[in-house]
């Protein structure tokens, strides 16, 4: 028998869970700290970080402020920490979250460079079994899924992509050492988040770059700048649980104020005055701190998306490129809203080139650069900002299944089914952190973690306190979960965009509106209300113990 599958390798743990990021460290230090259970991390990298450990690219950083990109369930490592941006960068988030696993000693529980390969529901033990990539038994009563709704990076089968001489990356996937452009020709392929954040980093060093954009973008300047100690100090710190609950409750995540204003009953000079105003102060403020009706109304949508295109006219100075760069075919805010530090500035530099690959596709990747219908470009590097299997794709590098040995990924075949994001029928004690059909990738991630975190630890203690041994979404709450979350996206602009939120940027992805649009505090109260209501559409029971008795 193979080392690796010898039953004296078995080891039994209260919990698995899957990932060292935000989602898995705050859920190991619960269940560990508040539960008093027993837990084993699997994590793919060499450190904890998740998102932050992987996008390392030039210029990855965080849209949300800092003081609200955190865990709290520390209050004493709330006061304590102090962040040195308005929007944190990726080697300080990183280094925040290395913190945490060493000031609470949660490395102990953690396997550094193991990925979990399969997870299995034992029907006759009631527990999951999981194996790893290097040879790892675990039994647990739950699995726990921390890993990531924007981790299964997606590098298109471009024709030749193997046949590339120079160097090549992933902006989800950056090398740990510095990749230096310096006096090299650089391709990047993308134009989402982080596109936009690497294109102007990468464009002061290289010798020149040339960025490949399929869609358009609307972005806002991030007005980044250090952060306001002042600010951070005298209204942050002393006021931090009551911004944090006003966070909580919000749509998005965010301790701010939505307009109550309506764009179509203002006047044209009040709607210039208030963009105006938002494109100054920077940020995704733009948006929730003008007009309600952007998000609802098309004619509405219209007057914001038509400010941004003239600010784009107004920036760039080459008039080709400015045609190339002016977003029209999707409403503002129906892609990932994007905010940034010199993007459209960035066009204006001898060293850059746009290529509207909408009209003059990529139709090869050669051992010297790239081709597209009209040109042969010659490059020493490529980039693939061209991001991810968004939500389900990580999943599916697993292989999990549940009842009757059904596989998750036959189960979400026609696109993912949950029940509050939180579990799949069928697929007892399995929780996941962020699944689709919750509402985290429209809102302020760790905001949107801890939600779940905490509901999913009072799930876990009512179970115990209440010789629960097996919690599973009914089908038919599960069902009723999928037609309201498709039933509120399909009323909103969102549908009206070709994005990862739809599956649309891979090939043969059925195209389901996967995240819950309703918002964060509307979704929280609904998650607190089935808890209210004795866990109402699970199906709980005692499992063996009762059959046993
Ligand atoms: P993304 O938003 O999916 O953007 C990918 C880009 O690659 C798009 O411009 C896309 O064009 C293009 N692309 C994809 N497939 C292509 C193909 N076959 N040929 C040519 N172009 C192709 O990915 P991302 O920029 O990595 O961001 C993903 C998500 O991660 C973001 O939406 C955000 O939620 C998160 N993120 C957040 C931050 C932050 O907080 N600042 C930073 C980075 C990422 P189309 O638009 O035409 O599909």
């Not at 960025?211 to 306001?228: C, L, S």
Request: hydrophobic residues 35%.
């Amino acid at each position: 028998m193979d080392k690796k599958t010898e039953p004296g390798n078995v080891q039994d743990v209260d919990a698995v869970i899957i990932g060292a990021g935000f989602a898995g460290l705050g859920m190991l230090w619960r269940l560990r700290e508040q539960l008093g259970m027993s837990a084993q991390v699997f994590e793919t990298g060499d450190g904890v970080g998740g998102t932050w450990y992987w996008n390392r690219y030039p210029g990855a950083r965080c849209d949300s402020e800092s003081y609200i990109y955190c865990l709290t369930f520390s209050p004493e490592l709330l006061q304590e920490w102090n962040w040195s941006g308005k929007y944190p960068e990726q080697p300080e988030i990183l280094s925040y979250i290395n913190h945490i696993a060493d000031r609470f000693d949660l490395r102990r529980n953690i396997k550094f460079n193991t990925r979990v390969t399969t997870a299995r529901f034992i029907e006759d033990t009631n527990r999951w079994e999981v194996e790893t990539d290097q040879g790892d038994r675990v039994t647990a009563q739950y699995l726990i899924t921390g890993i990531g709704c924007i981790s299964a990076g997606n590098i298109p089968a471009i024709k030749g992509l193997e046949t590339f001489e120079g160097e090549s990356y992933h902006t989800g996937a950056w090398p740990h050492n510095e990749v230096d452009f310096t006096g090299k020709r650089v391709a990047v392929i993308g134009t989402g988040s982080s596109g936009i954040q690497s294109i102007p980093v990468i464009a002061k060093q290289a010798e020149s770059l040339t960025v490949f954009q399929r869609t358009p973008q609307y972005t806002i300047p991030a007005r980044h700048e250090t952060v306001d100690r002042k600010f951070l100090d005298e209204q942050v710190k002393p006021n931090y649980e009551e911004i944090l609950e006003k966070a909580r409750w919000s749509k998005a995540g965010f301790p701010v104020e939505f307009s109550e204003r309506l764009a179509l009953e203002a006047t044209a000079e009040e709607r210039q005055e208030a963009y105006e105003a938002g494109w100054a102060k920077g940020g995704h403020g733009f948006l929730w701190g003008s007009f309600k009706d952007i998000g609802v109304d098309r004619r509405a949508n219209d007057t914001a998306a038509e400010f941004i295109r003239a600010k784009i006219r107004e920036i760039v100075k080459d008039p080709v490129t400015v045609e190339k760069l002016l977003p029209t075919d999707h409403p503002l805010g129906s892609k990932r809203a994007l905010i940034d530090t010199n993007y459209f500035e960035t066009y204006n530099r001898e060293n850059v080139e746009l290529v509207d690959i909408r009209h003059s596709p990529i139709q090869e990747i050669t051992p010297d650069g790239i081709r597209t219908e009209d040109e042969d470009f010659e490059f020493d590097m490529i980039v693939f900002a061209t991001g991810f299997d968004a939500m389900t794709g990580s999943f599916f590098k697993m292989d999990i299944r549940g009842r009757d040995n059904l596989s998750l990924k036959d189960k979400w075949a026609e696109g993912p089914k949950t029940y509050l994001g939180l579990q799949v029928a069928g697929f007892p004690n399995m929780f996941m952190i962020t699944g689709p059909g919750s509402p985290s990738v429209l809102a302020n991630m760790t905001v949107a973690i801890e939600q779940h975190q905490d509901w999913i630890t009072d799930f876990i203690e009512h179970m115990r306190t209440h010789d629960i041994e097996v919690a599973e979404a009914d089908a038919d709450a599960e069902s009723a979960w999928v037609s309201h979350v498709n039933k509120i996206a399909e009323s909103t602009m969102f549908m009206l965009a070709d994005s990862w939120y739809l599956g649309a940027n891979i090939p043969g992805k059925p195209r389901v509106f996967m995240p819950y649009v309703g918002g964060l505090g509307t979704y929280r109260e609904k998650c607190n209300e089935v808890a209210d209501n004795d866990y109402e559409g699970f199906v709980l029971n005692a499992g063996v113990r009762q059959l046993a008795t």
